[in-house]
C-alpha cells in the first residue's frame, strides 16, 4: 500500500508505510534508517519497575505484554527486575491491577509443585535481547533459549531445548503476580496440542473484585504427558485439573537444539473468546514473521515523529519515552469486541458496536488513573495520535453506560476510584476541542457533568467503593473549598482537601468551556465561578496555597514542605503552582509578574541541587526528609511548573529549566534510572516527548481554542506526522537552527517564514502544517516574548476563554 494510505489496526487507525527489512541472526529484523523501534531500549529504568512498567513482547496497548518476572509479588518493586538474578517465569499479563498466566520451560527432575522460588532460573543480561516485540534470553539453569513475540492478544513463546530425556512446559496457578493473588483455575488437556482454561485472580486493595482470565495454549509439536499438582504435591491427572492452589505440566524428550513453540491466547470473557483471537490474530506458526510484524507496527506507530540531531543516545531515550506513552494502559476487548463488564453485581458480557465491515467500532480498556494526564498523554495523544484518544473516550462512555459514571481508573471491568477528582474531564474536553469527536457528545457532556456533583467522582476519595464522602464534594459546593481534615473518619486515600479543591477548580473550568460551546450558558456560569475556587486557599500571609479548616481558619504551623497532610502525594510547595487555567490570576495573588518568577525561579534553584525529583529511602524518617522538596518531577503534581514562566514574562526560564529537567531526570539509557521512580504508564514517557520537542499544553489544551506553549527542543528538527483522519496539514515541522548542548534559549522565532513574536501557538494553525524556525543561542534573549500582552491566553486574559 502506498505510504500515506490509512488501514485499521487493531480497531485504530495506522498510517501504512512501507518497511524492508534485513534478517538478524535469529531472525530479528536489523536496524535500518527508518527502524524507530531499533532505536527503543526497553529496559531503561528497568531496575525500579513496576509490575505494569516493563514491556518487550508486546504490540502498542497489547492486551498481552509477555516478559520476563524476577519478583511476582508486589505492585512495586516487581515484574522485570534488572537487577534481581533469578527468572521465575513468563507471564503474559502486566496491566493496571490485571496479571495471568505465568509459564516457563524446564528441563530435568520437574520442580514445579515447589514454586517460583526452585523453579526459578538464573540468567544474565550478556545472553538477553529485548526489543519492542521481541525478548530473547537464556535459562542458564535449564540450558534453555527462550524467545518471546506476541500480537495483540496473543503470546508466541519460541524454546529451544538442550537434549533432555525429561522437558517441561509449566503453567503455574499457585502465585501471586503482581498486586493479585490467584484463587482458583481450570485446565483441561484438548488431545496432545493443546490446552484450554481460566485462572480467577482474586480482588486486590484496588480492585474491589476478581477478574477471571481464560485462556488457550496450542503446542506446535505433540506432548507425551499433561500432569498437574494441588497445594505442592503432583497428582494423578487424565484430562484436566481445577481448584485452589493447583497448576499443570506438559512433558515430552527433547534432543538437542530441538525447537519448541507455543501460542497463548487470552480473553477476559471466555475460553471461546480466547480460541477466536487465537484464530484471528496468528493462525500460523511462523514466530520471526511475528516479529518482523510486530517490529514493523511499533515502526508505524513511533514513525509519526521524526527527530534530527542530538546523539544516539538523546535519539534512543527519545524513542524510549515515545514508546512507553503508547502501553501501559492496555486493550481487554476481544478481536469481536466482546468484553467483560464488572460494574454490577455479577460480570456481564459487553459487545463493543461494530461497524459496517463487521469490526468494533473501537477498543475497550483497561487504565491507571488520568491524574496528571493534562501535562502529557492530553497533548500528545491528541496532536499525534488522536485516533487512540478517540478510542479511549468511547471506551470510558461504554462503561459510563454500564455502570453510570465516567471512571478515572478502570480495572478488570471495575470501578477503582483511583485517586481523585474528575481526572477524565480535560481528557474528553481537550479532544473535543481540538476536533476530535467521533463519540457521543451529548453522553459524554452527561456523564461529566454527573462527576462533577454529588454522587459522581468528585465525591471519592482514592479507592472510595462504599462511600462517597471522601471527595468533600459538598463542601466544595458549599464552602468553596474542600476542608482538611474533612472527617475524623478516613473513608479512602488523598482525603487531602486542598489538593483536591485545586484540581476540582481546575477540572470546572474545563468543563465550563465545553458547557460554553454547546450552548449550556447556565452551567458555563456555574462552573466558572466554581473554577475561581482556588483563591479560597491563598494563604496570603504565608504566601502559598495551605490547608484550611471547616470553620475557615487556616492549619498551623504552616509547614508548605510537608509531604501530603491536605496534598495528594505532594506538598504545599509544588501544588501552590497548580491553577493552570489561570495563571494570570495566580500571578496577582503573588504580587505580580515579578514576585512570581523570582518564587518559581527560587523553587527551581532549591529543585535543582536535588535533581527536581524527590529521594527514595526504605528508613521512612529519612523518606519523609527527601520528600520535602519544591518541585519533584518523579510525580505528576507540579509536571506543568517549568512552563509558567512564558506566562510570567520569562520565557528564557522556561527555556532554561525545561532543558535541565531533561538532563537531569529524562536522559540517558541506564537500566539503573529513567524516570525518577515511576513512569505512571504512559504519562511521563509522554511529558518527556513534550519536553523535548519544545512543546506543551499547561491548562491540558481544554480552552475553547487550544494552544500550546513553546520551550526548548532538545533536537534540530522535530517532524510532526500528521493523522490526515483528523488534521489536515500532512506534518507541522520544528527547527532549532544552531541547537545543542549548551544552547536551551530561543534568539528569535519565525512560523510560517513569518516572525513570531510570543511563546505559544494555535493549535488550529499548528495542525494546518507548516513549519516553526528557532534560532538557539547560549544566552537569553529577555526581550523575546516577554511582553504582558503576549503572554499565553487564560481565564482572567482578556477576550479568551470568558
Not at 355 to 373: C, E, I, M, V
Not at 694 to 712: A, H, K, L
Request: glycine content about 12%; charged content about 20%; hydrophobic content about 35%.
Amino acid at each position: 500500500m502506498r505510504t500515506g494510505t490509512i488501514v485499521m489496526l487493531a480497531g485504530m487507525l495506522l498510517f501504512k508505510t512501507p518497511f524492508l527489512y534485513a534478517q538478524g541472526k535469529r531472525g530479528v529484523p536489523a536496524q535500518e534508517k527508518s527502524d524507530k523501534a531499533g532505536l527503543v531500549e526497553p529496559r531503561v529504568d528497568a531496575a525500579n519497575s513496576r509490575f505494569f512498567f516493563f514491556s518487550s513482547a508486546c504490540r502498542p496497548f497489547g492486551m498481552v505484554n509477555l516478559s520476563p518476572d524476577m519478583v511476582l509479588s508486589g505492585t512495586w518493586g516487581s515484574g522485570y527486575r534488572y537487577n534481581t538474578d533469578t527468572i521465575r517465569c513468563f507471564s503474559h499479563i502486566h496491566c493496571w491491577e490485571l496479571s495471568g498466566i505465568p509459564v516457563l520451560p524446564t528441563t530435568g527432575v520437574f520442580r514445579g509443585e515447589e514454586g517460583p522460588d526452585v523453579y526459578g532460573s538464573s540468567y544474565s543480561h550478556a545472553d538477553e535481547e529485548v526489543h519492542p516485540g521481541y525478548h530473547r534470553v537464556i535459562l542458564k539453569d535449564y540450558g534453555i533459549k527462550a524467545e518471546l513475540t506476541s500480537t495483540m492478544r496473543v503470546g508466541f513463546h519460541r524454546y529451544t531445548f538442550p537434549k533432555a530425556q525429561q522437558s517441561d512446559i509449566l503453567f503455574d496457578f499457585t502465585t501471586v503476580l503482581g498486586s493479585s493473588a490467584t484463587d482458583s483455575a481450570a485446565v483441561r488437556r484438548v488431545g496432545n496440542t493443546g490446552l484450554e482454561g481460566m485462572a480467577v485472580m482474586s480482588a486486590t486493595t484496588r480492585r474491589p473484585k476478581p477478574v477471571t482470565v481464560y485462556f488457550v495454549a496450542d503446542f506446535d509439536k505433540p506432548f507425551a504427558q499433561f500432569g498437574g499438582w494441588r497445594d505442592g504435591k503432583i497428582e494423578p491427572v487424565v484430562d484436566h485439573i481445577s481448584g485452589r492452589h493447583t497448576g499443570v505440566f506438559v512433558q515430552f524428550a527433547t534432543q538437542a537444539g530441538e525447537v519448541r513453540q507455543m501460542k497463548v491466547a487470552i480473553s477476559y470473557v471466555s475460553i471461546a473468546e480466547a480460541r477466536n483471537n487465537l484464530q484471528q490474530e496468528l493462525p500460523h506458526w511462523d514466530f520471526y514473521r511475528v516479529v518482523r510484524e510486530s517490529r514493523a507496527e511499533w515502526n508505524q506507530w513511533l514513525g509519526r515523529i521524526d527527530v534530527e540531531g542530538g546523539s544516539l543516545t538523546e535519539q534512543r531515550r527519545f524513542y524510549t519515552d515515545l514508546w512507553h506513552a503508547l502501553q501501559g494502559r492496555r486493550v481487554v476487548s476481544d478481536v469481536s469486541g466482546s468484553y467483560i463488564d464488572n460494574t454490577g453485581l455479577r460480570p456481564r458480557v459487553g459487545q463493543i458496536p461494530r461497524g459496517t465491515n463487521g469490526r468494533p467500532l473501537f477498543n475497550h480498556y483497561n487504565s491507571d488513573a488520568f491524574w496528571g494526564a493534562q501535562w502529557s498523554i492530553n497533548t500528545l495523544w491528541d496532536l499525534v495520535y488522536p485516533e487512540v484518544t478517540e478510542s479511549f473516550i468511547n471506551s470510558l462512555l461504554l462503561m459510563y453506560k454500564d455502570g453510570g459514571l465516567i471512571p478515572r481508573g478502570p480495572s478488570g471491568g471495575n470501578y477503582t476510584y483511583v485517586m481523585t477528582g474528575a481526572t477524565t474531564t480535560p481528557f474528553i474536553v481537550s479532544a473535543y476541542m481540538k476536533g476530535i469527536r467521533g463519540w457521543d457528545v451529548q453522553t459524554a457532556y452527561e456523564g461529566m457533568r454527573k462527576d462533577h456533583f454529588p454522587g459522581g467522582m468528585m465525591g471519592k476519595a482514592g479507592y472510595e467503593f462504599n462511600t462517597s464522602i471522601g471527595g468533600g464534594i459538598e463542601d466544595y459546593i458549599k464552602l468553596g473549598y474542600v476542608p482538611y481534615p474533612l472527617a475524623d473518619k478516613t473513608y479512602g486515600l488523598h482525603q487531602d482537601g486542598s489538593a483536591q479543591t485545586l484540581e476540582y477548580a481546575y477540572q470546572d473550568y474545563a468543563l465550563a468551556q465545553m458547557a460554553g460551546v454547546l450552548g449550556k450558558q447556565d452551567d458555563h456560569a456555574l462552573f466558572m465561578k466554581r473554577a475561581e475556587n482556588y483563591k479560597n486557599i491563598w494563604n496570603k500571609d504565608a504566601g502559598w496555597m495551605w490547608t484550611k479548616q471547616r470553620d475557615g481558619k487556616w492549619n498551623e504551623p504552616v509547614d508548605i514542605l510537608q509531604y501530603e497532610h491536605g496534598w495528594v502525594e505532594g506538598n504545599a510547595a509544588q501544588y501552590t503552582w497548580f491553577v493552570p487555567h489561570d495563571v494570570a490570576g495566580l500571578i496577582r495573588l503573588m504580587g505580580g509578574a515579578e514576585a512570581f518568577t523570582h518564587k518559581l525561579n527560587a523553587s527551581f534553584e532549591s529543585a535543582q541541587v536535588h535533581g527536581f525529583v524527590s529521594g527514595d529511602f526504605k528508613d521512612p524518617v529519612e523518606q519523609e526528609r527527601l520528600k520535602r522538596v519544591y518541585i519533584n518531577y518523579a510525580n505528576q503534581p507540579c509536571m506543568e511548573t517549568p512552563f509558567l514562566f512564558n506566562f510570567s514574562g520569562a520565557p528564557w526560564l522556561t527555556q532554561y529549566w525545561t532543558r535541565q529537567i531533561i538532563d537531569s531526570v529524562y536522559s540517558g539509557i541506564s537500566p539503573q534510572r529513567g524516570y525518577g521512580g515511576d513512569e505512571d504508564q504512559g504519562l511521563m514517557g509522554g511529558l518527556a516527548v513534550l519536553l523535548k520537542t519544545g512543546i506543551f499544553s499547561t491548562n491540558g489544551g481544554v480552552s475553547q481554542r487550544p494552544f500550546y506553549e513553546i520551550s526548548s527542543p532538545l533536537f534540530k528538527k522535530i517532524s510532526f506526522h500528521l493523522n490526515p483522519a483528523y488534521y489536515s496539514g500532512g506534518q507541522f515541522v520544528i527547527e532549532a537552527v544552531g541547537n545543542g548542548p549548551g544552547k536551551p534559549y530561543i534568539a528569535s522565532a519565525a512560523l510560517n517564514g513569518k516572525l513570531l513574536d510570543r511563546p505559544w501557538i494555535y493549535h488550529d494553525v499548528l495542525v494546518k502544517g507548516g513549519k516553526l524556525v528557532l534560532v538557539m543561542g547560549a544566552k537569553p534573549n529577555k526581550q523575546w516574548g516577554s511582553a504582558p500582552e503576549l503572554a499565553p491566553p487564560g481565564m482572567t486574559v482578556a477576550g479568551t476563554d470568558r
